[in-house]
């Protein structure tokens, strides 16, 4: 089943008592950038220990670059700006999300750091909820 919705309306699309009664684990990849503080905070009461979420763009690295005018102009990106700086501010909101509940949320080092540390376009963003 395809269901559509953007991210400050999926838990509304797709219903409380609909995301009470998914298995679990889940696997949240995060890669639309819009609205996700807003969906994190409706996703975090459905969220069980054992769930991830996985938030994409977020190594300030690889920011440094995107937000580079020069490099921009280069590759015909200008438009992209906005967006490049909205993948920045990601992972600030998750870490103040997991700052927020502490107990609950943790860095899966494991699988965050498998091919060296931090070495994909997620830092220390493969969130595992503990509790």
Sequence with gaps: ?????????LVDVL????????????????DAHYEFEILLNKLHPYLKPGDYIICEDTNQNVHAVWQDPQWLKKYNREEQMEENI????????????????????????????????????????IIRRIA
């Design 15 to 30: 219903t409380p008592k609909r995301l009470e009664s998914l298995p679990h684990p889940w696997l949240w990849i995060e």
């Design 86 to 125: 909205m993948c920045e501010q990601k992972r600030i909101v998750l870490r103040n999300f997991c700052l927020a509940h502490p107990d609950q949320y943790r860095v899966d080092s494991h699988y965050q750091d498998m091919f060296g540390y931090n070495v994909s376009k997620t830092q220390n963003t």
């Design 1 to 9: 089943e395809f269901v559509e919705a953007a991210n400050a309306d």
